[in-house]
């Protein structure tokens, strides 16, 4: 499962650190160049964009600061809603509201591209990812959790 994660703050660093020392295959987005170098001097691969991270991986994790951030890079004409394709998986951890994801995933679903959108409640993931029948899926997101 290739992994990608935008936001490399506080929160998010560890976490995608947390993956990368687990040796998943991460992807990087950050808009602080020093983060993103540390990230691929320990082996992440670093994108220009959240549309391209999206195109390149199939696990999509936002972990930002705040609901206008996280719109922004959701929503921007090089933001991930426009890099998402058919199979992947949007996890969101950001500082935000439920409102916000809803209006989110409204957008996504919109496109109709069969998109799973998901909070950051592993059992409201383990449970959307066993009722679409996802099981590799499940098993990579089983070794996420793990991480």
């Known amino acids: 499962m290739k992994v990608g994660f935008i936001g490399l703050g506080n929160v998010g660093g560890k976490l995608a650190g947390s993956l ?7 992807t990087v987005r950050d808009l ?15 994108v220009n964009s959240a549309k391209e991270l999206a195109e390149q991986v199939d696990l999509i994790i936002t ?13 921007a004409e090089d933001g991930v809603i426009n890099g ?16 916000e994801i809803k ?8 496109k109709k591209l069969n998109k799973v ?3 950051s409640n592993q059992v409201l993931i ?11 899926s499940i098993e990579g997101f089983g070794k996420l959790f793990k991480s």
């Open 20 to 26: 990368l020392r687990n040796n998943f295959d991460l």
């Open 32 to 46: 602080d160049k020093n983060l993103t170098q540390s990230f691929k001097d320990l082996g992440a691969k670093v």
């Open 63 to 75: 972990c930002l600061p705040s609901p206008k951030i996280c719109a922004e890079v959701m929503e």
């Open 84 to 99: 998402l394709s058919e199979n992947k998986i949007w996890l969101e951890m950001s500082t935000t509201d439920e409102a």
């Open 103 to 110: 209006r989110i995933s409204k957008k996504i679903i919109e």
């Open 117 to 119: 959108v998901l909070s």
């Open 126 to 136: 383990w449970d959307t990812l066993q009722s679409i029948g996802k099981k590799n």
